[in-house]
């Protein structure tokens, strides 16, 4: 690409892409946001029901390292290459250092961070072609977190997977950045999915708890599904062709904003 190619483009006619966790939330909408723009995409996915329409579903648990080398193996044979990976598949956990025992923080580590591990290693041979066939289409973004940099209350295992989660990329964006394979993240703040949904509704008054949630946001409002996507989207297109090794928040101000009190 040079100084007078024009405007890099979102377009990603003839690309093709895999989402992790790509069955609901923050993956689906990025699956289908990839899918409108153009791209083939296949979904993996431990319950894949949720896949977007027009979207390979593949059943796969990121925990099992047989099981996503399958599952890559197939997606990259129906949609004859892999150009975009998304490694979005993701759990929550609540608790201080002390509520957590040992198996719970193996079992969060395994899928947030080892899962992201074991879908690269299945992929970056395809990922590889790509760069050699069409120069600046090969990506990977992960799905972290704001809670990979900021102090939260009651997340120390979720948060210590997710500062994995940044490390990860970066060391990756370093490793690969000389075969034209880039490595960025994407840090949500808190985003209206089903999972925060799911969390809601274990409160006792679940609109009351959403209510005081959106006032808590300096925007007054939760991060949706779609403007994350928006995000994923932006880092895994030639738009973002000389980007790797960034994290961009996707938080409506969380982290960067100093508010004064009202
Ligand atoms: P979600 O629960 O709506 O979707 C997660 C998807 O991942 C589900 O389809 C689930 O089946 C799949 N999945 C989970 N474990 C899996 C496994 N072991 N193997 C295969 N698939 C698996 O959640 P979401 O809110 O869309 O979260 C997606 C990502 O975004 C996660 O990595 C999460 O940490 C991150 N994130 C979410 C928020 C938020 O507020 N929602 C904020 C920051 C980061």
């Not at 799911?198 to 409002?221: F, I, S, T, V």
């Amino acid at each position: 690409m040079t100084s007078t190619d024009p405007a890099p483009s979102q377009d990603l006619a003839g690309l093709t892409a895999l989402v992790t966790g790509g069955g609901s939330g923050i993956g689906a909408a990025t699956a289908r946001l990839l899918t409108a723009r153009g791209a083939r995409v296949a979904v993996l996915d431990r319950d894949p029901a949720g896949a977007p329409e027009g979207t390979l579903a593949v059943q796969a648990d990121v925990t099992s390292d047989e099981g996503v080398r399958a599952a890559v193996a197939e997606a990259v044979g129906e949609l004859g290459g892999l150009h975009i990976l998304v490694g979005n598949a993701g759990i929550g956990a609540i608790g201080t250092v002390e509520d957590n025992p040992d198996d719970e923080w193996q079992r969060v580590m395994d899928i947030n961070v080892l899962g992201l591990v074991r879908t690269a290693r299945a992929a970056l041979p395809h990922l590889r072609k790509a760069a050699e066939s069409r120069p600046g289409t090969a990506s990977i973004t992960h799905t972290c977190s704001i809670a990979a940099t900021a102090g939260l209350p009651q997340r120390a295992l979720y948060s210590a997977s997710k500062g994995a989660v940044l490390a990860l990329t970066l060391a990756m964006a370093a490793d690969h950045v000389r075969e034209g394979v880039r490595v960025n993240c994407v840090n949500p703040g808190t985003a209206d999915t089903p999972w925060v949904g799911r969390l809601l509704g274990q409160a006792e008054d679940p609109a009351a708890e959403r209510a005081a949630l959106n006032a808590r946001q300096p925007m007054g409002r939760l991060v949706s599904a779609d403007e994350v996507a928006a995000a994923i989207v932006y880092l895994a297109s030639p738009a973002a062709a000389s980007v790797t090794g960034a994290s961009l928040a996707v938080d409506g101000g969380m982290q960067g904003l100093r508010l004064r009190p009202a």
